[in-house]
């Protein structure tokens, strides 16, 4: 008996340090006014706009904001989804810039979204006339009225991939430029959100489009959804939805 107890205590000691990093980290995920921004989430969703959403890389815009995506689309929105770069540095594979084209066709089927698919540089994203180009060349085909990128801060202090971060500060720069035309722009993989978008409805099309991502997956599937399943948990612990997606409205 109290051999057995000395074998589980150090187990019952990790299990509880887990919960306790899980609960503190989700406390900090919640937005400042959690109601508020499940409303604006609503909002954000159940008007119809031309909808631009931009990804450094395939996949980033069905890990972050997929769900958002398909109900913007599934209630009449017209969203393109725009990828900047091919992510052909994810492999060695010769033709892998091509798997991961196919791929984001895919996914954005499965989300009711056209795709526009640029060829900047994997990896060497960064702000300057090349990036500049790309977004004037995205606004003038689709004329947005609703904008989503990359939160320009990242969703956690450390580690962010400079990618992501130049797509954030170059969207943040247009929109505080003469040039912004009052687009409601939207940062997705947002660290202190603003808005919530409950996704539940639409959790299961999230998956397949993220799943379309085969080359990048690691794991089994069902890891696979559980992994994706607890990121869309993590800002629900004061409001009534099972699962969301965040976001930080700029304007
Ligand atoms: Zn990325």
């Known amino acids: 008996m109290e051999r057995r107890s000395g074998s589980t205590l150090p187990w ?3 299990g509880g340090a887990v919960a306790a990093a899980w609960l503190v980290w989700r406390r900090m995920q919640q937005p400042y006014y959690p ?3 499940l409303q604006a989430g609503l909002e954000m969703v159940s008007r119809r706009y031309r909808v631009l959403a931009i990804g450094p890389h395939p996949g980033d815009l069905e890990l972050f904001a997929g769900g958002t ?3 913007l689309s599934q209630n009449g929105s017209a969203v393109t989804m725009a990828v900047l770069s091919r992510g052909e540095r994810a492999t060695n594979r010769a033709n892998i810039g091509e798997i991961r084209a196919r791929e984001a066709e895919q996914a954005a089927a499965i989300l009711r979204a056209e795709l526009i698919q640029l060829d900047l540089p994997d990896g060497r994203i960064r702000p300057g006339p090349d990036l500049e180009r790309a977004l004037d060349d995205l606004w003038i085909r689709t ?5 989503l990128a990359f939160d320009p801060k990242g969703p956690v202090p450390l580690g962010q991939n400079p990618d992501h971060l ?7 720069a247009r929109a ?10 939207y ?4 660290r202190h959100p603003n808005v919530l978008v409950d996704i539940t409805e639409v959790m299961q099309e999230k998956l397949n489009a993220v799943k379309a991502h085969r080359s990048q997956l690691r794991g089994p599937d069902w890891a ?16 009534p939805a099972m699962y969301a997606e965040p976001f930080y409205r700029l304007v």
């Open 12 to 14: 019952l000691v990790a």
């Open 35 to 37: 109601g508020v921004a």
């Open 69 to 71: 995506l398909r109900l």
């Open 143 to 147: 004329r947005p009225e609703l904008v």
């Open 166 to 172: 130049a797509l954030g500060a170059a969207v943040l």
């Open 176 to 185: 505080r430029s003469s040039i912004s035309r009052g687009e409601r722009i």
């Open 187 to 190: 940062f997705y993989a947002a």
């Open 224 to 239: 696979v959804s559980l992994f994706n399943r607890y990121v869309c948990r993590l800002h629900t612990g004061r409001v």
